[in-house]
């Protein structure tokens, strides 16, 4: 165990509806970190958070997605209008700022299926 | 654009004997580079850091190197155990938070 929890770990639903995953970073960590990963690929990188302010946000990361992190804790991402090709595991990583290459510690994962 | 490849999809080794994996990069100029290892149905778990201006990394029965001429990192496991069975990511990264980008792993198979 980490001390990233994410919640929830599954979760099915059909094509069309929202979803939202939860992210809780280890408390003293500033920056954290969205990813997704498929069957068989490594994490791509979505978007990360310094503190509250949204830093960077990857060109996979559609419209249909969006992530707060509305008081600089946890952190919630939404995904819009699901499509199968959502279907992944969603994985949340916080880290303490010191520059660059700082060890990021992961969460277990949503794994979302659409159906 | 930028390609992280990883020597193989899977490696099969026996117990005792020493693992490498290998993480190929093109079209990048990392500052530094890093190894998490991942089990099945979990995240992945920071093992080791190398810096660009670093050749060499050790951690007990863990070491990296890293070549920037050959864009090229190898990571090494001696003595390798079945419990070290698991998917190896290489990951690479610059100096402005920008470009953070894995590799598609290696699934090591530590035969006993």
């Known amino acids: 165990d980490t001390g990233v929890s994410q919640d929830p770990r599954h979760k099915i639903t059909k094509r069309g509806q929202n979803v939202t995953f939860r992210c809780d970073p280890i408390?003293?960590?500033?920056?954290l970190y969205w990813y997704r990963q498929t069957l068989g690929q490594g994490p791509e990188f979505l978007t990360y958070?310094?503190?509250?302010?949204?830093?960077?946000k990857s060109r996979l990361l559609s419209d249909r997605f969006s992530a707060e992190r509305p008081k600089g804790s946890f952190s919630t991402l939404e995904i819009q209008r699901t499509e199968q090709g959502d279907s992944a595991m969603y994985l949340c990583?916080?880290?303490?700022?010191?520059?660059?290459?700082?060890?990021?510690?992961f969460g277990p994962g949503t794994r979302l299926l659409v159906l | 654009s930028q390609k992280i490849e990883q020597n193989s999809e899977a490696l099969n080794i026996q117990e005792g004997k020493t693992a490498t994996l290998t993480c190929n990069y093109t079209?990048?100029?990392?500052?530094?580079l890093q190894w998490y290892r991942q089990d099945p149905g979990r995240g992945p778990v920071f093992l080791l850091l190398?810096?660009?201006?670093?050749k060499e990394k050790r951690k007990e029965r863990l070491k990296v190197t890293f070549d920037t001429t050959l864009k090229q990192s190898l990571f090494h496991i001696t003595a390798s155990q079945p419990a070290d069975s698991a998917t190896y990511l290489c990951?690479?990264?610059?100096?402005?938070?920008?470009?953070?980008?894995f590799g598609p792993g290696t699934r090591l198979s530590v035969l006993p």
């Open positions: 990583a916080s880290s303490r700022a010191q520059g660059f290459g700082e060890t990021q510690y």
């Open positions: 408390s003293e960590h500033n920056r």
């Open positions: 958070f310094q503190n509250e302010a949204q830093l960077e």
């Open positions: 079209n990048y100029s990392p500052a530094y």
């Open positions: 190398i810096r660009e201006n670093e």
């Open positions: 990951a690479l990264g610059d100096n402005y938070g920008q470009n953070f980008v």
